[in-house]
């Protein structure tokens, strides 16, 4: 039960953060673009549990000056529905409706992390890219997050799937941060790992939502789902 409740330990965020206030778009849906991607924050100063992995997210990727950017996910926006694309432990490599993303990240109290609209300043390709992420659905979700073992966590898909034909990543990777800012690794990330029998992949390349989010390929469109 313990192994159960660290690797679920993502389905927390939506059950334990706090309503972070922000303006929904006019359009509202209507803005919305297929190859967009969302990211989901929490304010800097709210604590989750701390066997969480958004907890260990905040804590390792936050700014104490910002929102911290727990996840992404990439939108598809069809005729009738707009899909999410995403990599989660309660999904794994997934497409579905974004009505289950929203219920998904819902709060007990009936309200909403941040979610925010970001879009790539050059959209050539972009449903190519789109295409690509859905090549990925049933692929397990990545607990180790380690490169090249055919499974994928949420901000891996995005860099994966956003790929140039020449082969060019639109997104790049620095190497990956699993401590706090006082240089300690918080308990979820110690407790995962040693489940996992394996130590902790710090400073192996990767990618995390927050620098994803920050990246100057991207322009916010949209705050508000």
């Not at 965020?13 to 989901?40: K, M, N, Q, W």
Request: aromatic share 8%; charged share 20%; proline share 5%.
């Amino acid at each position: 039960m313990k192994t159960v409740k660290l690797i679920l330990g993502i389905s927390a965020i939506a059950a334990a953060a706090i309503l972070h206030s922000c303006s929904s778009s006019a359009a509202g849906e209507s803005g919305l673009r297929t190859g967009d991607l969302v990211f989901v924050g929490i304010p800097s100063d709210y604590s989750l549990d701390d066997d969480s992995m958004g907890e260990a997210i905040s804590a390792s990727t936050g700014n104490p000056d910002s929102l911290n950017i727990i996840h992404v996910a990439i939108l598809e926006v069809g005729t009738d529905t707009t899909w999410i694309i995403d990599a989660t432990i309660r999904h794994n490599v997934d497409r579905y409706p974004l009505d289950t993303f929203k219920r998904d990240f819902t709060l007990k109290d009936g309200s909403m992390p941040a979610f925010i609209i970001k879009r790539l300043r050059d959209t050539t390709g972009v449903h190519s890219y789109v295409e690509k992420a859905k090549t990925q659905i049933g692929k397990p979700y990545d607990v180790a997050f380690l490169p090249d073992n055919d499974s994928l966590y949420c901000s891996e898909l995005v860099r994966e799937s956003y790929v140039t034909p020449d082969g060019k990543y639109i997104f790049s990777e620095a190497p990956m941060n699993f401590l706090d800012s006082d240089g300690n690794l918080p308990l979820y990330w110690k407790q995962l790992f040693d489940l996992l029998s394996m130590p902790v992949p710090q400073g192996i390349m990767g990618t995390n939502p927050k620098a994803m989010s920050q990246e100057d390929v991207l322009v916010t469109v949209q705050e508000g789902l």
